[in-house]
């Protein structure tokens, strides 16, 4: 699997990016560890997951792997901090003590001294930009986290956040920002993705399969085994099921047949290649399914392909976006 650097910075992660969100939830330890397993063999590198991630199952599935199933030395650890839930509700806290000790928690499930690449999960208005950057600066000075990234931040607060930690000498720089994107979510490409380039920061996609819409599985009706069945994400599946959605996928399935290859992996290699884009994070309940999404790595769009996918996926734009 080919090897990008992380935005500007000097670290290289696969162009694949295994997601963990069901680690420990939907997906136990057994078959987590088998898809480890045929990630790293395919050539993946970068393991992403988080501490709101099945209040931190899904960490724990991973420290239980590493050292035992795998080396730590042959993953790129990245996780997250800032969201939870209390009582069965979401909560964002970037506070300074929030995000700190939530990474110190990483660690000790995670069960290692360090995470490769650290990321404040959301943006909140509860706290001042200054705090939580400074959490950040305290993680990568302590040595707790290499690099330093942050998530779901439109395109004014990675400007604000990015321009914050290259003003004063010293302070970690931000290298990565993880946000939605696919051919069913094109918003990023108003502000995220231009601010993104301009300040050399890596694009991490999550969802880049539209909630699994795009593999066309939800073309004849929801599958009894789907994540649409499932009361943990039905909420993220809804929203993709309209009538643009549908045109969508139907040319991403027309694409397939013309190119021999399945929805999945056009759909993914559509994201994968897209300019300013690292690595696309791909998940799965099972292992069979994930052997599906690393198929992807023998396709590459041809360029009429590409633009037929974006013209029908177009998002709307206007002033002053263009």
């Known amino acids: 699997m080919e090897q990008r650097r992380l935005g500007r910075s000097g670290l290289k992660v696969s162009r694949l990016a295994l997601g963990t969100m069901t680690w420990g939830r939907d997906t136990d330890e057994h078959e987590a560890g088998d898809q480890l397993r045929i990630f790293l063999e395919a050539g993946g590198t970068l393991l992403d997951t988080a501490a709101g991630y099945g209040d931190g199952e899904s960490e724990r599935v991973i420290g239980g792997l590493l050292g035992s199933a795998v080396d730590r030395e042959e993953v790129v650890l990245a996780t997250k901090a800032g969201i939870s839930r209390r009582t069965g509700e979401r909560v964002v806290d970037t506070s300074r003590r929030a995000l700190l000790d939530s990474l110190d928690g990483s660690l000790q499930r995670l069960g290692t001294d360090h995470v490769d690449l650290w990321q404040v999960?959301?943006?909140?208005?509860?706290?001042?930009?200054?705090?939580?950057?400074?959490?950040?600066?305290?993680?990568?000075?302590?040595?707790?986290?290499?690099?330093?990234?942050?998530?779901?931040?439109?395109?004014?607060?990675?400007?604000?956040?990015?321009?914050?930690?290259?003003?004063?000498?010293?302070?970690?720089?931000?290298?990565?920002?993880?946000?939605?994107?696919?051919?069913?979510?094109?918003?990023?490409?108003?502000?995220?993705?231009?601010?993104?380039?301009?300040?050399?920061?890596?694009?991490?996609?999550?969802?880049?399969?539209?909630?699994?819409?795009?593999?066309?599985?939800?073309?004849?009706?929801?599958?009894?085994?789907?994540?649409?069945?499932?009361?943990?994400?039905?909420?993220?599946?809804?929203?993709?099921?309209?009538?643009?959605?549908?045109?969508?996928?139907?040319?991403?399935?027309?694409?397939?047949?013309?190119?021999?290859?399945?929805?999945?992996?056009?759909?993914l290699a559509w994201v994968r290649d897209a300019p300013g884009v690292t690595a696309p994070v791909v998940g799965a309940r099972t292992a069979a399914q994930l052997k599906g999404s690393l198929e992807s790595e023998r396709l590459t769009l041809p360029a009429e392909i590409r633009s037929a996918l974006d013209e029908v996926s177009a998002p709307p734009t206007g002033y002053p976006d263009r």
Request: net charge negative; charged share 20%; aromatic share 6%.
């Open 121 to 267: 999960h959301a943006w909140s208005d509860e706290t001042e930009l200054e705090e939580t950057l400074s959490a950040v600066d305290h993680a990568v000075s302590t040595g707790r986290a290499l690099y330093a990234g942050i998530s779901n931040f439109s395109g004014w607060q990675t400007g604000r956040a990015v321009t914050m930690q290259s003003v004063v000498p010293g302070r970690a720089p931000l290298v990565s920002t993880q946000v939605e994107y696919s051919l069913l979510q094109r918003g990023i490409e108003r502000e995220v993705l231009p601010a993104a380039e301009a300040l050399g920061l890596g694009v991490l996609p999550w969802s880049p399969l539209g909630a699994g819409v795009l593999t066309g599985k939800y073309r004849s009706g929801t599958p009894a085994d789907s994540r649409a069945a499932s009361p943990h994400f039905a909420r993220f599946i809804e929203r993709f099921l309209d009538d643009r959605s549908r045109r969508i996928v139907e040319s991403v399935c027309t694409a397939a047949d013309g190119l021999d290859a399945s929805p999945l992996e056009v759909a």
